[in-house]
């Protein structure tokens, strides 16, 4: 919000709102039948992403798993998953991707950060050598911190 000659502005509130509904709307559409519509996952198979450290914490690895997919056992919130993630680079835009990323870091009582178009494009470039999903060794080498444009 911004205070504009006195008057309060509530242009950035709204196009935030537009984005959060079209960020929960692709969400239900690409992640919800493993995540779960309530972001809670599948036990031992998809992790939870309400109240993970991965969707919470920095944007960086969580850019890095949408863009690259994850395979191999996971461990999130002490317990074990193994289920496999698709990469979505060649299927969702930058744009796209920072919705549901958004949407997902701040539902269910999430407080990450949004993600911008342009930080998914700066991890876009970043990874665009890699043909393989990440594992939870790759994970563990991404620094926890938000991704810088």
């Known amino acids: 919000m911004a205070i504009l000659g006195g008057a309060l502005s509530l242009a950035p509130l709204a196009a935030f709102s537009q984005d ?15 995540h779960q519509p309530t972001g809670t996952g599948i036990p031992a198979v998809y992790p939870p992403l309400a109240g993970s450290s991965i969707t919470t914490g920095g944007s960086k690895r969580a850019v890095a798993i949408v863009l690259n997919g994850l395979q191999g056992p996971i461990t999130v919130n002490g317990m074990q998953y193994n289920g496999p993630m698709q990469p979505w680079k060649a299927i969702l835009s930058d744009d796209k991707i920072a919705s549901i990323l958004t949407y997902v870091r701040q539902a269910w009582g999430n407080k990450g950060t949004p993600v911008t178009t342009e ?7 970043e990874y665009a050598q890699r043909t393989s999903p990440l594992n939870e060794a790759d994970l563990t080498a991404i620094a926890d911190e938000d991704i810088k444009p």
């Open 119 to 125: 930080q998914v494009k700066a991890a876009r470039a």
């Open 20 to 34: 959060a509904k079209r960020g929960e709307q692709l969400y239900t559409m690409n992640c919800a039948a493993c």
